[in-house]
């Protein structure tokens, strides 16, 4: 390896280093302590998930034989489930508590993950072994996704953190992408390294879902390492438990509740479905990401960038952009030793970037699931852009509420597949691109521009909508209204087989966009016609 290499990686590590700092000391100031800890653990399992998730789609075909349509079928059944079992998860920790259900979920998912990991062939027993596979993934993450998420819930219930809930779910949504950021990279990477020993193309998918059995072992490490610093959230806890933190006694016993009305719990059930119901619409869309858009990332994007658009398609530049923004933004938060990491943050985003300009290759190669890391870079860089805003809005006393959030997520997310239809003017359809061996193709930007746009809806609509939700559900059934915020995204994610099957049955592309902008545009619309309600609530 040469000196810059050397170097070059050198400052990658010195900058996480540095990066997991400033998460604690500075960007969670003021923040619950468990806040981190339960965002890091979320994360771990979310690079395992989102590594499968990069490459799962493509695997089906490629392994299996499958059609478009029925890989479309396959993997939107499996979001389905994924998102829908967390109900049964929500009434499972309603009644057994949340701490056992969270770790319960994380074993089961990995035998899943191990299942996919073994490389059975492509015949019957194959495919009923993966689906045996995709269950287990499904029921752990059921069990572990929504109800981790309410526990970082109850950290804001003590009235001195009730005002920070919404900037704590953006960071908490912040750190989890980091994991799904590095994902396609890890699986591209595992993948080339393990044809490069001469597995085949097929088989080296099931080094891909390997990582995911390794992350989720470091996601329970750190969940029970760190289980000190939340665990007077967890309602099966002692209550003589000894608190591992800074905070007062007082602070750490469990805030009491006020009871509500039969008329008050049934508005505030009533407001959560109505939410649910648009959500099922933005998840359809949102989550086109590792199906259509992935199959026009294959079949309709240039396969080489060069110049500096190369630089793009090397995490490790991403990740210095990430370092340089964080920097700066947490320089203005910080005061004396803070300002000096945030300084050293920043110029090591800047050094990596700069010995990248000095060696910018000739071209770089272009796989179709690398697209898939633009949506969590955006969210981990724009996330301290968002909080700053939103934070210098709510001071002048102009913030949007969390529901006009959730209705302006879906104005932004029409505008997507706006710029997509645009994208697609004058291609060729899904056949009959194939069939002429993908000529005609078009630049790497425009996806990039579409999944920029599509993270700002996003952060509208993703991080809010789950604040919201812990917010207004009924104490009594926080677990299941979290469980059924899942359920209304497993919906829609059964529905993303829609374009996909649109896609299989050779519909020209501005009309599959179309169909995807005209449910965001009146998804918006009926936000914006029952905001006065929401916000009675919210």
């Given at each position: 390896m040469e000196l810059s290499s050397i170097v070059f990686y050198a400052l990658v590590a010195l900058s996480a280093l540095v990066f997991f700092y400033s998460l604690v000391n500075i960007l969670c100031k003021g923040q619950p302590k468990g806040l981190v800890w339960l965002a890091l653990a979320n994360t771990g399992e979310r690079f395992g998930y989102y590594t499968m998730l990069a490459v799962f789609a493509l695997f089906l075909g490629e392994n299996f034989g499958f059609s478009t349509g029925t890989s479309s079928t396959i993997y939107s059944t499996f979001l389905m489930l994924v998102y829908f079992l967390p109900v049964i998860g929500g009434i499972a920790a309603d009644r057994f508590g949340f701490g056992k259900m969270v770790t319960t979920g994380i074993f089961i998912m990995f035998i899943g993950y191990l299942l996919l990991?073994?490389?059975?062939?492509?015949?019957?027993?194959?495919?009923?072994?993966?689906?045996?596979?995709?269950?287990?993934?499904?029921?752990?993450?059921?069990?572990?996704?929504?109800?981790?998420?309410?526990?970082?819930?109850?950290?804001?219930?003590?009235?001195?953190?009730?005002?920070?809930?919404?900037?704590?779910?953006?960071?908490?949504?912040?750190?989890?992408?980091?994991?799904?950021?590095?994902?396609?990279?890890?699986?591209?990477?595992?993948?080339?390294?393990?044809?490069?020993?001469?597995?085949?193309?097929?088989?080296?998918?099931?080094?891909?879902?390997?990582?995911?059995?390794?992350?989720?072992?470091?996601?329970?490490?750190i969940y029970y390492a760190s289980k000190r610093t939340f665990c007077h959230v967890l309602e099966t806890e002692k209550k003589d438990v000894v608190v591992e933190t800074s905070e007062s006694t007082e602070n750490t016993e469990k805030p009491e509740v006020p009871e509500l009305s039969k008329a008050e719990t049934k508005e505030r059930i009533i407001c959560l479905c109505l939410v649910f119901a648009v959500v099922i619409f933005f998840w359809m869309a949102f989550h086109q990401n590792g199906l259509t858009l992935t199959f026009f990332a294959r079949d309709y994007v240039v396969t080489e960038a060069t110049g500096l658009g190369s630089l793009m398609f090397n995490v490790a530049n991403l990740w210095a952009v990430v370092c340089l923004v964080y920097g700066i933004y947490n320089y203005t938060r910080g005061e004396g030793t803070d300002k000096?990491?945030?300084?050293?943050?920043?110029?090591?985003?800047?050094?990596?970037?700069?010995?990248?300009?000095?060696?910018?290759?000739?071209?770089?190669?272009?796989?179709?699931?690398?697209?898939?890391?633009?949506?969590?870079?955006?969210?981990?860089?724009?996330?301290?852009?968002?909080?700053?805003?939103?934070?210098?809005?709510?001071?002048?006393?102009?913030?949007?509420?969390?529901?006009?959030?959730?209705?302006?997520?879906?104005?932004?997310?029409?505008?997507?597949?706006?710029?997509?239809?645009?994208?697609?003017?004058?291609?060729?359809?899904?056949?009959?691109?194939?069939?002429?061996?993908?000529?005609?193709?078009?630049?790497?930007?425009?996806?990039?521009?579409?999944?920029?746009?599509?993270?700002?809806?996003?952060?509208?609509?993703?991080?809010?909508?789950?604040?919201?939700?812990?917010?207004?559900?009924?104490?009594?059934?926080?677990?299941?209204?979290?469980?059924?915020?899942f359920a209304s995204t497993a919906i829609g994610n059964f529905l993303v087989q829609i374009p996909g099957l649109l896609w299989g049955a050779n519909v020209a592309l501005p009309y599959i966009w179309g169909v995807l902008a005209g449910i965001c545009l009146l998804s918006a619309l009926f936000i914006f016609s029952i905001l006065k309600k929401l916000e009675k609530v919210a």
């Open positions: 990991a073994v490389p059975l062939g492509g015949n019957t027993m194959a495919a009923c072994a993966m689906g045996l596979a995709l269950i287990l993934v499904s029921l752990g993450t059921g069990l572990f996704k929504g109800n981790l998420q309410v526990l970082v819930g109850k950290l804001y219930d003590a009235p001195e953190y009730a005002a920070m809930r919404d900037s704590g779910f953006s960071i908490f949504y912040m750190a989890i992408n980091i994991g799904a950021m590095l994902a396609p990279t890890a699986a591209i990477g595992v993948m080339g390294l393990a044809q490069s020993q001469g597995v085949s193309v097929a088989d080296s998918y099931h080094y891909a879902f390997a990582v995911a059995c390794v992350s989720l072992i470091v996601s329970i490490i000096i990491i945030s300084i050293v943050l920043g110029v090591l985003g800047v050094a990596i970037l700069a010995l990248s300009l000095c060696n910018i290759p000739a071209s770089t190669a272009i796989s179709a699931p690398i697209f898939q890391q633009f949506n969590p870079l955006f969210v981990v860089a724009l996330t301290p852009v968002s909080v700053a805003l939103f934070a210098s809005l709510a001071k002048v006393g102009k913030e949007p509420s969390s529901p006009k959030k959730i209705g302006l997520g879906m104005l932004v997310a029409a505008i997507a597949f706006i710029l997509m239809i645009v994208a697609s003017l004058g291609l060729l359809a899904p056949e009959q691109q194939v069939a002429t061996e993908g000529a005609g193709r078009v630049s790497y930007n425009w996806l990039v521009m579409t999944y920029l746009i599509l993270t700002f809806a996003e952060l509208l609509l993703s991080p809010i909508g789950i604040s919201f939700v812990s917010k207004v559900a009924p104490p009594k059934y926080a677990g299941l209204m979290m469980g059924l915020w």
